[in-house]
């Protein structure tokens, strides 16, 4: 399955359905979880439903469910109630890490999704809180999950969200400002950071549907790796090429903060030639999973062509 024979078949209007598809699905478990009723602190309450509800391409929760379904995993209802409590769980936890991430102390961001970041709109010390209970919630919710594979879904997340993941991403991401870093440790970087919940997005949706010891699930270790890096450096070309309006948050922070990026690395076109590569290995990943796998190639396309 190659990229480059086929990233023109698919139009992007199959993405954008996909992700209206499963943006819906997971945006109603998310208002329902969030519900403001029994709250003990308002403040605290409005500032978590104001950082997830926010809007957002929920593209997470879309990658899990289109894993979950191309191996079966959305046949009964049992499956799909699962899915639906794992999405919205890795969304809370992807919630929670961006609103830690524009904290004053991280990257200072003023804008987030076209809309003032959580410690502007409220106060720092709420943010701070209000993210702490999306993280506390977040494996309450998997907790709750009735499904044989519960404790590995657990696991899965925990380690994607700690200090094999996304946190020592962001660690790493703190400790290279300022400093001209190789493209293989940038790439390092970004698999913690960005991958790490990416690529357990899209493992825990195979979860819900096999056995850990199913070989398809290393398929789409693949290609989820390849996509979480293709997604991180269409997200740094876009903050050279992109304008704020579009982007919904500050365009060109990362040159501002003297942050290393595939562009300043590699160049615009080279950057863009190695994303091109990652769409080719995603594909090819799939290939053994066939027609049900479509989806994620669609998404796979996505990852380089979209604008924001």
Do not use: C, N
């Not at 999704?113 to 943010?127: C, L, N, S, Y």
């Not at 070309?237 to 501002?256: H, P, S």
């Not at 863009?272 to 990652?278: D, P, S």
Request: proline share 3%; glycine share 10%.
């Amino acid at each position: 399955m190659s990229g480059a024979s086929t990233t023109q078949a698919m139009p992007s209007a199959q993405a954008s359905e996909l992700i209206r598809g499963g943006q819906a699905r997971s945006e109603a478990v998310l208002e329902a979880l969030l519900s403001p009723a029994g709250a003990v602190s308002d403040r605290l309450e409005e500032a978590m439903r104001y950082s997830v509800l926010g809007g957002g391409k929920r593209l997470r929760p879309v990658l899990l469910y289109a894993a979950g379904r191309a191996l079966g995993g959305d046949e009964d209802e049992a499956g799909r109630a699962a899915l639906d409590a794992t999405a919205a769980a890795l969304e809370l936890v992807h919630a929670y890490s961006l609103v830690h991430d524009d904290l004053p102390a991280m990257d200072d961001d003023d804008l987030r999704r076209g809309q003032p970041t959580v410690h502007r709109a409220f106060d720092e010390a709420t943010a701070i809180l209000a993210g702490d209970a999306l993280l506390s919630l977040a494996f309450e919710v998997i907790a709750d999950t009735a499904h044989a594979r519960t404790p590995a879904l657990i696991r899965t997340l925990a380690e994607a969200s700690g200090r094999r993941g996304m946190v020592a991403g962001q660690a790493l991401d703190l400790e290279a400002v300022g400093q001209f870093r190789e493209v293989e440790a940038l790439s390092r970087m970004h698999a913690y950071k960005t991958g790490a919940l990416i690529r357990s997005a899209v493992r825990l949706g195979g979860l819900v549907a096999v056995e850990e010891s199913d070989s398809r699930l290393e398929a789409l270790e693949r290609y989820a790796s390849a996509i979480g890096l293709a997604f991180q450096i269409q997200d740094d070309i876009l903050d050279v090429t992109g304008d704020t309006a579009t982007l919904g948050k500050t365009a060109g922070a990362d040159a501002a903060r003297d942050k290393p990026t595939y562009p300043s690395l590699l160049g615009l076109e080279g950057a863009r030639t190695r994303a091109g590569q990652l769409l080719d290995e995603a594909l090819d990943a799939l290939a053994p999973l066939g027609e049900a796998a479509e989806p994620l190639a669609v998404l796979a396309r996505y990852m380089i062509e979209r604008d924001h």
